[in-house]
T-cell receptor, first 113, second 113 residues
Framework: DGGITQSPKYLFRKEGQNVTLSCEQN?????MYWYRQDPGQGLRLIYY???????QKGDIAEGYSVSREKKESFPLTVTSAQKNPTAFYLC????????????FGQGTRLTVV | AQSVTQPDIHITVSEGASLELRCNYS??????LFWYVQSPGQGLQLLLK??????LVQGIKGFEAEFKRSQSSFNLRKPSVHWSDAAEYFC???????????FGTGTKLQVIP
């Protein structure tokens, strides 16, 4: 069954700690994306990757880092430099970098206390 | 710069009543337009999309949307709402790769018996 899997669904961390969110896809898609969602706001692009071993900053990359060592995996690290890390994080993928259609994972809710 | 406006933050309709969710966009050329639905704590599910051709687009779950270039609008409609339609709805616009898609701030739909 093809799709995008984000884990964990809920994550709690203490302030000052780095935390890594997992995103795995078995759709054989080239491009992957990370979004942040806050109440009353649309999705904001954090990072995206169009191909393995390459990634680009989105609109709100400060305080975040990513890697793309495998085609199917695009983990997001929320670092201690991110001032307001508590949010809902969504991962998505699309078939190719030029393809304007994407599929979304179920999200990870990160709470920093 | 492109933008999307969803003027209604929250809408309440009675079950069985018709629904129209508004979306206005700003884009330099003919855009790709999307409507997504999100249940609480879940990812985004694509309801329908417009790329070109017929300006009336049919989607899943009985939804449709009409692209009106002269009004820069892409309103979502459903003739008879079901209680299970209660969710948040996002309009999005963009082209040339999903990293260029901009999301609206969402409209939360409440359905009352």
């Amino acid at each position: 069954d093809g799709g995008i899997t984000q884990s964990p669904k809920y994550l709690f961390r203490k302030e000052g700690q780095n935390v890594t969110l997992s995103c795995e896809q078995n759709l054989n898609h080239d491009a992957m994306y990370w979004y942040r969602q806050d109440p009353g706001q649309g999705l904001r692009l954090i990072y995206y990757s169009q191909i393995v071993n390459d990634f680009q900053k989105g609109d709100i990359a400060e305080g975040y880092s990513v890697s793309r060592e495998k085609k199917e995996s695009f983990p997001l690290t929320v670092t201690s430099a991110q001032k307001n890390p508590t949010a809902f994080y969504l991962c998505a993928s699309s078939m190719s970098p030029s393809n304007t259609e994407a599929f979304f994972g179920q999200g990870t809710r990160l709470t920093v206390v | 710069a492109q933008s999307v406006t969803q003027p209604d933050i929250h809408i309440t309709v009675s079950e069985g009543a018709s629904l129209e969710l508004r979306c206005n966009y700003s884009y330099g050329a003919t855009p790709y337009l999307f409507w997504y639905v999100q249940s609480p704590g879940q990812g985004l599910q694509l309801l329908l999309k417009y790329f070109s051709g017929d300006t009336l687009v049919q989607g899943i779950k009985g939804f449709e949307a009409e692209f009106k270039r002269s009004q820069s609008s892409f309103n979502l409609r459903k003739p008879s709402v079901h209680w299970s339609d209660a969710a948040e709805y996002f309009c999005a616009v963009g082209a040339g790769g999903y990293q260029k898609v901009t999301f609206g701030t969402g409209t939360k739909l409440q359905v009352i018996p």
